[in-house]
């Protein structure tokens, strides 16, 4: 077996590790503390997981721990290890950073489907950047149009002084 922890900051896994059969897993570790109120992580850059499940050898596992805090103690909750593709998207959603990130909607609220196909997951990811992509266009038009709008009225003005 091959294990690895050293990546850095913004990369996919927080440690990798192949197995005696030559599956790779890379494994993004995810803590939720129950009492916050903001729980909307991202979890990965939609590319990238789309380059890795190219190779159907490789698996982008979570690793999801929440926990309590009261004082000084802290006691931890729930911890799950699964497959992304485990995760319904009920409670995923897309983000505009990057090129698109898979994001989970609320940390409180999670459904894990033991067992679901990974090409079905991916075909729902398709589809869902599919309808995203669009209103993301839509959003940077209006954004061109305001800032069109922007540099005219300043093209108008005199310099100052």
Known sequence: MEYSAAFARRAMPDIAFTDAEGFKYVVDVKTHRRDTKFNRPNVTSV??????????????????????VAGLQASVDNVSFVPIEFLGWDC?????LGKGQVQITDSRCLTINEGYSRRTWMLELCDTLLAFYPKERAKIDERIAHFNGVRASWSGRPEPG
């Open 47 to 68: 590319y990238r997981l789309a380059d890795l499940y190219a190779d159907d050898t490789n698996y982008f596992m979570l690793l999801l721990i929440s926990y309590s």
């Open 92 to 96: 995923l959603s897309i983000g505009n």
